[in-house]
């Protein structure tokens, strides 16, 4: 097992220490129906949560996703820098399923407070109509990043790991699924304090009472039935980890594919090729872990996040 302080060395070799410093654990105001609507359906536009950047400085652009742009930012009341993420009006005249997502994201930043989600300070229509999130500013790298500049060795990912399965026990306890476990969404923090890791982006995010069978995440890491549109519990957020840990270790996803039909072939006809062929330095107890991560019939894996926490621990 490896420490905070010895992969803090590793990341120290590769990117120069930061001394941000990282915002509140103030969670922000906005209306309790989020989106202007109340319980019973009725939009009432005094509902709707508001922003004022005007309270920010904006910088450069740090980060682009699906539907959103993020900028740096900075408060002068708090002396703090933070990440705007700003989903354009546009796109949500264009796209009424963004509402809902905004709202789950909302929700799920609400009712999240863990040391390895990154929080949420602010939220809200800013003028023009878009709508923004403020987070706290990270310094340090993306798990993509890293995986890109060189491969991670066991005991690295292992430590790594642990902590994004805490995240995701924590999540799943509250009846939610995180739906986009990828590289990018995991975030290696490095600051004064030592190296620490978050999860980022409930963008995807939904409670388990929502049953909707929309297709939706990043193809390469997508469990097989959320690729296929089928039921989903915690246990597609077990594989996503999986196949994040596989390219870790590997350089390479589990299934490469290009397109989602091929991705369901290789879903149906094939098993990913062994870890140890393509790492002969992985410890087998680390291999068969992160291979149950990713059968294919959920009720082949771990049972759920804790199950899979403690399993680790014991490698």
């Given at each position: ?14 990117t ?29 536009p ?15 652009i ?79 790298w ?134 140890q ?6 410890p ?27 399993a680790?621990?014991?490698?």
């Amino acid at each position: 097992m490896i420490g905070a302080d010895t992969l803090g060395v590793a990341l120290r070799l590769l990117t120069r220490r930061s001394t941000w410093t990282s915002v509140s654990d103030n969670p922000g105001v906005f209306a309790p129906q989020a989106l202007g609507f109340t319980e019973d359906g009725t939009y009432l536009p005094e509902l709707r949560p508001r922003l004022s950047l005007s309270s920010y400085t904006l910088g450069p652009i740090i980060g682009r996703g699906g539907v959103a742009i993020v900028r740096l930012g900075w408060c002068p009341l708090a002396q703090i820098y933070v990440a705007v993420k700003c989903i354009p009006a546009v796109l949500m005249n264009t796209r009424p399923e963004l509402s809902v997502a905004i709202e789950y994201e909302l929700e799920a930043y609400r009712s999240f407070q863990h040391p390895a989600i990154v929080k949420m300070v602010n939220a809200g229509f800013v003028e023009g109509g878009d709508f923004c999130f403020v987070f706290e500013y990270l310094s340090g790298w993306s798990f993509e990043r890293l995986f890109t500049h060189r491969l991670v060795s066991p005991a690295e990912l292992q430590w790594m790991a642990v902590h994004v399965l805490q995240a995701l026990q924590y999540i799943h306890e509250r009846e939610w699924i995180h739906r986009d476990i990828k590289p990018s969404n995991l975030f290696l923090v490095t600051d004064p304090a030592g190296v620490q890791v978050r999860v980022l982006d409930f963008g995807l995010a939904v409670p388990l009472t929502d049953t909707s069978p929309a297709v939706e995440g990043t193809l390469e890491y997508m469990s097989p039935e959320q690729a296929l549109g089928e039921p989903i519990d915690g246990r597609s957020d077990i594989w996503s980890l999986g196949a994040v840990m596989y390219r870790a270790l590997t350089g390479l996803p589990p299934w490469p594919s290009n397109s989602m039909a091929e991705r369901a072939r290789s879903f149906m006809m094939e098993s990913p090729p062994p870890l140890q062929s393509r790492n002969t330095i992985l410890p087998k107890s680390l291999a068969a872990f992160i291979e149950r991560c990713l059968y294919r019939d959920p009720a082949d894996r771990w049972s759920n996040a804790a199950q899979a926490l403690a399993a680790l621990m014991k490698v």
